[in-house]
């Protein structure tokens, strides 16, 4: 009688399985859009690959990742909509004591292509209190502590080998949005548009 190999046959597909869950269940996973907005310096240009000695670059103050913790490697800070991308330049003119409409020359926008979409999702509850931050994070992300802890919860989730991390800015303005930690270059950035800020503030 001819016997059929049912899903069961390989008595390794369960511990796969198995394996997988717990691995799904470790390590929270969002897919995030492979479109995405950065701010640089009107007169920078955003680099494809890590860039010449630099760990970090246009880093938002580097709150999730320690400067020269990670070697050969860069962390670039995306959002995901361009209206983010302008309540961060407002937020950032705010902290600088202008208003955004008195800035003649502001930052460029880049619009740029992720090479993945598969994030660690450290957007909600449990992620946070896996990664050792409070449940209550955004809201109390700019004490000391917070920023210290933010930066330790990036620093080991980077040297976890992760290459896109999925967070909530620390801006009130833009916390519905997301904003997406692009390790390079374990993930690479294409340019596919830059905008000035005369043409995209408007």
Known sequence: MERHAGPSADPGDGAIRRRMAVMSRLSPRR???????????????????????????????????????????????????????????????????????????????????????????????????RAQLPATYPDDANTPAVRQSCRAAGDRLISAGEGLICTRPAEPQIRTHHEILAVLPRVTLAVTARTPWHEWSV
């Open 31 to 129: 897919q995030v859009s492979l479109i995405q907005y950065v701010l640089v310096p009107h007169d920078q240009e955003l680099a494809a690959a890590v860039p010449d000695g630099r760990e970090t670059l246009f880093t938002d103050n580097e709150r999730w990742s320690t400067p020269g913790a990670h070697p050969g490697m860069a962390v670039q800070y995306c959002l995901d909509d361009r209206d983010a991308a302008f309540a961060r330049a407002r937020s950032r003119a705010a902290a600088a004591g202008f208003a955004v409409d008195d800035l003649a020359v502001g930052p460029s926008l880049l619009t740029v292509d992720l090479s993945d979409d598969d994030a660690y999702d450290l957007t909600t509850p449990r992620s946070l209190k």
